[in-house]
């Protein structure tokens, strides 16, 4: 009779195939070790005479099972573990307002002079007005810490850690809604994991990081997304790599779009100190009540003007600090978080020589790459196992039909901008969108008279309508494909002096239905600078030159491109009372679409 062979002995070190680490440890959830600890940061931020202390959860493999060996760290940090508070959203219904030379108060479209103590509708623009729609916060309440990164992580021999923000659940601090303190309070982590700084357990002792490698990975999605962007801004040593999903890269541009007041998509009204006081769930309701109300004074929902308070939000700032190996991923149809955010960080780090990859689906908010993306990843750069994905082709995007398509680069290294002009329409009809030289000399003007109660998609399918002007290219003999950045460079003049503007690019269909594929917001007051608002003479012409959100789209052949120009935009912008009136000098004003293949590529599609 012969024995059993004797049963393998279990690895004692990662596996890799494929470039990949292989689930080769144990998946029951009963030979994980899970550790409390409190992580000791270098701030004080809710002024209480001690330092903030970040509340981590740590999940890693027994040491009995790896025999000694370190793991390197995935890391989410979040201000929604906890849940949430009830929140109620400033009104947006209400008049915009123009700051004049010191002294002169401020001044409604109509022209009155207000008293900024006194005017009630201007206390509703401002941080203190109240909001009369309760929502959930822009980035969308979370459950209490998933285990999902375990399962996906710990059998691959890495350790997890969940951390909580600064000012939620069992953390110290206060929330100021991506303010310095709170990307210290994340990047603390990363020290302790590095010996760098000190925690402790629930009794008060002092607990070490021995069993990791201090190779950290941070991903996340929204909020969670976008600590990962403040710590790398940082360049704090030992965050090897970073996924941010759908995160911020300048809070300003979250809120707030060339001066303009600008809600994320679906939380019209929302603001810096809404969703703080939403976030705001550590056991003391009362020590950060003040920094909130700071936060209420700073954002300036009246100028929109970019300021101090914005420019601390910015990790744009510190790109340049950023070493950790950079996976984008972000959804095309992100109205939350709108594309700027990835597209502009995503150039900054490509331009600076950081590993970088972005990934671009056709979903809206969230929606992170596979776990065999994620795996490579991180196989890569936390286990440094030369698996070549730096090699890959840069860009994975899905397209319109779901197909999962690669790019050597993002935005297509083929995509060349391409200027088109604006042929008037008559009636309120549409007027055509070409690349062909239109009238010189004498200028052709056309009005939009402002309607905020009507929204964008109606405006796009009117056929006509006095409150938008439309210009379509002619039916396309082929697909053309967009890939960036589109912009608008605009002479307008106004009947009075503040107004919303609005552009949007449009698919429109074979029926003339409207699909918005993209779209931008300007406030002529900040034509020159975000930092200042400038006085709009009533009359008097000016040239507004500004971005729509970064896309990645195919027209089909047998559709037309089309631009559509308005004022308000119900979803996102102020909604003053209908009547402004915007004038438009078609002769001088361009829009320039990035197209792959450019101008040769769209003239031949309109053959």
């Not at 929204?222 to 090897?240: I, K, R």
């Not at 936060?295 to 308070?309: C, E, H, P, S």
């Not at 600078?529 to 089909?556: A, C, N």
Request: hydrophobic share 35%; glycine share 10%.
């Amino acid at each position: 009779m012969t024995s059993a062979p004797a049963a393998a002995a279990a690895p004692v070190g990662p596996v890799f195939q494929n470039g990949m680490a292989q689930p080769v440890f144990s998946t029951n959830r009963n030979d994980w070790i899970r550790q409390e600890v409190w992580v000791q940061t270098p701030i004080d931020s809710d002024g209480d005479g001690r330092n903030d202390r970040v509340h981590a959860e740590v999940t890693r493999l027994r040491e009995t099972e790896t025999d000694g060996l370190k793991s390197p760290v995935v890391y989410e940090v979040s201000p929604y573990y906890a849940g949430g508070n009830p929140i109620t959203n400033h009104d947006v219904d209400h008049e915009l307002y123009e700051a004049l030379r010191p002294g002169k108060g401020w001044q409604n479209r109509g022209g009155a002079v207000l008293d900024p103590a006194s005017d009630e509708r201007l206390a509703a623009a401002t941080a203190e007005g109240a909001g009369v729609a309760a929502s959930a916060a822009a980035t969308g309440p979370q459950p209490a810490i998933s285990t999902s990164h375990e399962s996906n992580w710990l059998p691959r021999g890495f350790a997890v850690v969940h951390a909580e923000s600064l000012g939620s659940g069992k953390s110290d601090g206060c929330p100021t809604t991506g303010g310095r303190n709170e990307t210290i309070g994340a990047k603390s982590v990363v020290d302790w994991l590095n010996g760098r700084a000190k925690a402790y357990d629930a009794t008060g002792a002092e607990v070490k990081a021995t069993w990791t490698t201090g190779k950290v990975g941070m991903i996340g999605t929204s909020y969670n997304g976008t600590l990962p962007n403040a710590v790398a801004s940082t360049g704090v040593q030992g965050l090897e790599a970073i996924v941010p999903i759908s995160a911020i890269s300048s809070w300003y541009d979250y809120y707030r779009a060339n001066g303009a007041v600008v809600a994320a998509g679906g939380y019209q009204g929302e603001d810096t100190d809404v969703l703080a006081e939403y976030v705001y769930t550590r056991a003391d309701k009362e020590i950060c009540r003040s920094v909130i109300e700071e936060l209420a004074k700073a954002q300036d929902r009246v100028t929109g003007d970019y300021n101090a308070f914005w420019d601390e939000r910015n990790y744009m700032n510190d790109v340049g600090k950023v070493h950790a190996a950079v996976l984008v991923a972000h959804g095309l149809n992100d109205w939350n978080v709108k594309t700027k955010h990835a597209a502009q960080w995503y150039e900054a780090l490509k331009a600076r020589g950081v590993p970088h990859k972005i990934y671009l689906h056709q979903g809206g908010h969230g929606g992170s790459p596979s776990v065999d993306v994620l795996n490579r990843w991180f196989t890569r750069y936390l286990w440094d196992y030369k698996n070549g994905v730096e090699n890959d082709p840069r860009a994975l995007i899905q397209r319109e039909d779901r197909s999962l398509v690669e790019y050597p680069e993002w935005p297509d290294p083929a995509a060349a901008d391409t200027e088109l002009n604006l042929a008037p329409g008559t009636n309120g009809a549409a007027g055509v969108l070409t690349h062909d030289k239109t009238r010189q000399g004498k200028p052709v003007t056309e009005t939009i008279v402002d309607d905020a109660t009507k929204t964008a998609q109606t405006l796009a399918d009117a056929a006509t309508s006095p409150n938008r002007l439309a210009y379509k290219s002619g039916t396309l003999s082929g697909a053309v494909r967009l890939s960036g950045t589109p912009l608008v460079s605009l002479r307008m003049s106004f009947g009075q002096p503040a107004a919303n503007v609005t552009a949007l690019l449009v698919d429109y269909d074979q029926n003339g239905k409207a699909k918005i594929i993209t779209r931008g917001w300007t406030d002529p007051q900040n034509r020159k600078s975000i930092w200042k608002t400038t006085p709009v003479k009533p009359g008097s012409e000016y040239r507004l030159d500004f971005d729509m959100q970064p896309h990645d789209y195919v027209f089909p052949a047998g559709h037309r491109i089309g631009i559509v120009l308005l004022s308000s935009d119900y979803e996102y912008t102020i909604r003053p009372t209908p009547g402004a009136t915007l004038n438009l000098d078609t002769t001088k004003s361009t829009v320039m679409l990035p197209l792959v293949g450019g101008a040769g590529e769209f003239r031949s599609a309109n053959a």
